[in-house]
C-alpha cells in the first residue's frame, strides 16, 4: 500500500485503502457470497483538480464514488477530507460534511423525481440544511439556474418537459447549491448525445474555474477523460491498476490493461491502422502493488 | 468478394408515425445504396431517424409508425412491394439484424442454441436437430468459448459481450447477404466493443456480408465503414466516403458533431466546441433546413428552403453528397 502519492501537496480528499464487499445472501440455508467491487484502494485529489476514474462496467469506479460520500459504507478504509476522516464521523457531522461533498448522477432521466417542480428539485437541498429564509432560497435557487445556463423563469416546470441536456443541467443546479467544494460527477454525460456532451463538460469546466470546485470524474469515455482532467486512475477488477497525470499516462500506459484499454478506442482517424493490444487477464499479477514507475506515474507492474 | 452492383438500395424512402391525424415525418427522402463486402455505417444523434431506417428496411416498423413512400430494393425485388410471406422469407434469412440492447431482444425462457436453432427451423432450412448442431458451429464462429456446453445456457447466464455475439449468432443463422447492425455496441465497454467490431468485420470479410451499421460514435464509424451517411433530424445531410467525409467533413452539422469529439487536440481543460441548442423533435422542423436554428453559418434561404443534394468533388465512384446550400454551386 502507498501511504501518500504526492507528500508536497495537501490534498483535499485522501483515499487510503478503500475496500468494500458486498455480502449477498442466497435464501435461507445457502452460504452467502461475497463480492469484493473496491480493493484496496487509495489516491488523493489536490483542491481545483479533476481527477479521472476510468475502468470497465464492474470495475469499481462507481462504487469507490459512492463510498467516499458514504452513500455506500465502505467495508475498510479511510476517507479523509480536509484532513477529517469522513468514515468516523457522527451522523450530524455527517450531514453538515455532506454541504461540501455532492454528486452529480449518470442519468438525468431517472435521478430527478418525477413529480417536483425544478424549483423544489434545486431548493431541496437549502431545504433541509434550512439555509435562509424562503424568500432568499427562492432566489437562490434562480441564481443557480442562471448559473448552469437555464432560464430561471422556467423554475416552476417538471422534469419531463426538459431535454436530457437541461435535466443535466438541472441535476447541477442542485448539486451546487450548498457551495460545495467537492463534486463526484458519476458518468454525467454518457447519457446525453455527443453535441449535448460537450455543453455540459463546458459548463462543468466553467463551473470549476468559477467556484473553485473539485472533481471526481468517473467516465468510460476515454477520449473525454483524456480531455477533462488533469490526473486520472485506471480500476480493474476493484483496484487501481494505474494512476498518473493524464497526459502522460495516456502516452505511455504502463500497465498491460491500460494499454489495452486505450488500444480499443477506435481512432478518428479513418485510413489510421489498428493496432490493438488484446489484455489476458489470466496474466495478471493479482499481488502487484503500484510502485512509481515515473514521477507522479503509478503503476501495479 | 466485391462486386460493382448495390445489394441493397434505398431510394427516397420516407416514414412517419401517426399521431392526432397528421403524420409526423420520422424519415424523410432517406437514399443511399450498399455492395457486398462493404460496411455502410449511419451517423447521428438520438431521434435522428437512423433506427427508423433500419425498421423501415426490413419492414419492422410497428404502428402508429408507417413507410410513406420509396423503394427498398434488395436482391433485385422491391421489399416494400411484398407481401407478408415474401417478406418473411426475407427478413431474418436473407437479411439479419442485430439489435442494441442484447438482452431485451433475446427470450429469457429458451436456451440461446435453441433460440439459434429457432430461426433456422422457423425458415425451413432443416429439422431441429440438424438445426441444434448448426447452432453449435455458429457460436464457435462467433467466438463463444466452449459452445457445445454455452449452447444450453439461458441469456441470464451470459455477460453482455457474450449476448451479443448470440445476437450476432442469431443474425448469421440463415446466411444473411445483409445484417443490420443497430447499435451494436452502444451497451458495451470500449474493450468489448472492439471484440465485437472485430468480429463483425471478421465475418463480413470471409462470408462477404454487407454490413449497415448503425451508430452514434463516429470513432467506430472511422474505424469499420467504408461509406458514411450523417443523418439529421430523419434526413441525411451529408454522405460519401468515410476517408472523404471525415477528413474533409462540409456540411455544419457534421462538421460541429465531429469538433465535438474531444481527443483531436490535446490540451486538457480547453473549452469543447459544443453545438448549442438541440435536436428539434418529431414534427417540429422547421420547413427548411432541420439544422438551420443551431447553425453557425445560417443564411436567409436556409429557414424557408429545403437545401438540395449538391456534389462536393465531382462525380466518382461514390460522390461525396452534402445537402446545405453553401455548396448549391457545385449542385447535382
Known amino acids: ?301 | 468478394m466485391v462486386t460493382a452492383e448495390p445489394l441493397l438500395r434505398v431510394e427516397q424512402l420516407t416514414a412517419g408515425f401517426d399521431a392526432g391525424g397528421r403524420l409526423l415525418p420520422a424519415v424523410q427522402d432517406v437514399s443511399f445504396a450498399l455492395s457486398p463486402g462493404r460496411t455502410l455505417g449511419i451517423v447521428g444523434e438520438s431521434g435522428c431517424g437512423k433506427t427508423i431506417t433500419a425498421l423501415a428496411i426490413v419492414r419492422l416498423l410497428q404502428r402508429p409508425g408507417r413507410i410513406v413512400s420509396g423503394r427498398v430494393l434488395f436482391e433485385g425485388r422491391d421489399l416494400l412491394s411484398l407481401d407478408e410471406d415474401g417478406m418473411r422469407s426475407v427478413r431474418g434469412a436473407r437479411i439479419g439484424f442485430i439489435f442494441q440492447e442484447p438482452g431485451a431482444a433475446l427470450s429469457p425462457v429458451y436456451t440461446i442454441g435453441d433460440q439459434i436453432a429457432e430461426a433456422i427451423v422457423a425458415h425451413g432450412q432443416t429439422g431441429w436437430s440438424e438445426a441444434r448442431r448448426r447452432a453449435v458451429d455458429l457460436l464457435d464462429a462467433v467466438r463463444v468459448p466452449d459452445a457445445a456446453l454455452r449452447a444450453r445456457d439461458y441469456p441470464h447466464q451470459l455477460s453482455g459481450g457474450l449476448r451479443q455475439r448470440v445476437m450476432i449468432a442469431v443474425a448469421l443463422a440463415c446466411g444473411p447477404a445483409l445484417v443490420i447492425a443497430d447499435e451494436p455496441t452502444t451497451a458495451l465497454d470500449v474493450t468489448l466493443q472492439a471484440d465485437i467490431l472485430d468480429l463483425l468485420r471478421d465475418l463480413r470479410d470471409r462470408r462477404g456480408l454487407a454490413l449497415l451499421l448503425i451508430t452514434h460514435d463516429f470513432g467506430v464509424v472511422a474505424q469499420e465503414a467504408d461509406t458514411v451517411a450523417v443523418m439529421y433530424a430523419g434526413r441525411i445531410v451529408e454522405h460519401g466516403r468515410t476517408l472523404d467525409v471525415m477528413r474533409a467533413p462540409r456540411h455544419p452539422y457534421t462538421q460541429g458533431l465531429l469538433a465535438c469529439i474531444p481527443g483531436r487536440e490535446v490540451g486538457t481543460g480547453t473549452r469543447l466546441h459544443a453545438i448549442e441548442g438541440m435536436v428539434p423533435s418529431l414534427g417540429r422542423a422547421p420547413a427548411g433546413c432541420a439544422f438551420e436554428p443551431r447553425c453557425p453559418v445560417r443564411m436567409d434561404r436556409c429557414r424557408s428552403e429545403l437545401p438540395p443534394s449538391s456534389s462536393v468533388n465531382g462525380p466518382g465512384d461514390v460522390p461525396h453528397a452534402v445537402h446545405c446550400h453553401l455548396f448549391e454551386a457545385c449542385r447535382t
Open chain 1, 1 to 301: 500500500m502507498i501511504a501518500a502519492v504526492r507528500p508536497h501537496v495537501t490534498p483535499l480528499v485522501d483515499v487510503r485503502g478503500l475496500s468494500k464487499v458486498f455480502v449477498r445472501r442466497h435464501g435461507l440455508f445457502a452460504p452467502p457470497t461475497t463480492l469484493t467491487a473496491v480493493d484496496g484502494v487509495s489516491f488523493e485529489i489536490a483542491k481545483g483538480e479533476t481527477f479521472g476514474l476510468v475502468g470497465e462496467s464492474g470495475s469499481g469506479k462507481t462504487t469507490t464514488g459512492r463510498c467516499l460520500l458514504r452513500l455506500v459504507e465502505p467495508t475498510q478504509g479511510e476517507v479523509f477530507f480536509r484532513g477529517e476522516n469522513v468514515l468516523e464521523l457522527s451522523r450530524t457531522r455527517l450531514r453538515e460534511m455532506r454541504r461540501n461533498m455532492q454528486i452529480v448522477f449518470q442519468d438525468p432521466y431517472a435521478c430527478l423525481n418525477p413529480r417536483m417542480r425544478v424549483q423544489q428539485i434545486v431548493s431541496e437541498p437549502l431545504d433541509i440544511h434550512r439555509v435562509g429564509t424562503k424568500a432568499e432560497r427562492r432566489d437562490r435557487v434562480a441564481e443557480l439556474l442562471t448559473l448552469v445556463g437555464l432560464d430561471p423563469s422556467l423554475h416552476a416546470r417538471y422534469p419531463h418537459e426538459f431535454s436530457g441536456g437541461q435535466r443535466q443541467r438541472i441535476g447541477l443546479a442542485r448539486a451546487i447549491a450548498l457551495n460545495p467544494t467537492f463534486i463526484v460527477a458519476d458518468e454525467p454525460v454518457s447519457a446525453l448525445d455527443v453535441s449535448v456532451q460537450a455543453q455540459i463538460v463546458n459548463l462543468l469546466m466553467e463551473l470549476q474555474a468559477r467556484l473553485g470546485l473539485t472533481y471526481l470524474f468517473i467516465a468510460h469515455d476515454l477520449r473525454l477523460v483524456e480531455h477533462a482532467c488533469s490526473r486520472v486512475a485506471v480500476m480493474y477488477r476493484g483496484r487501481i491498476v494505474e494512476m498518473g497525470d493524464t497526459r502522460a499516462l495516456f502516452a505511455s500506459p504502463r500497465h498491460p490493461y491500460t494499454q489495452a484499454l486505450l488500444s480499443a478506442v477506435p481512432s478518428m482517424d479513418p485510413a489510421a491502422t489498428r493496432s490493438r493490444i488484446v489484455f489476458d487477464p489470466a496474466a495478471l499479477e493479482r499481488d502487484a502493488t503500484l510502485r512509481e514507475v515515473v514521477a507522479g506515474h503509478w503503476a501495479a507492474v
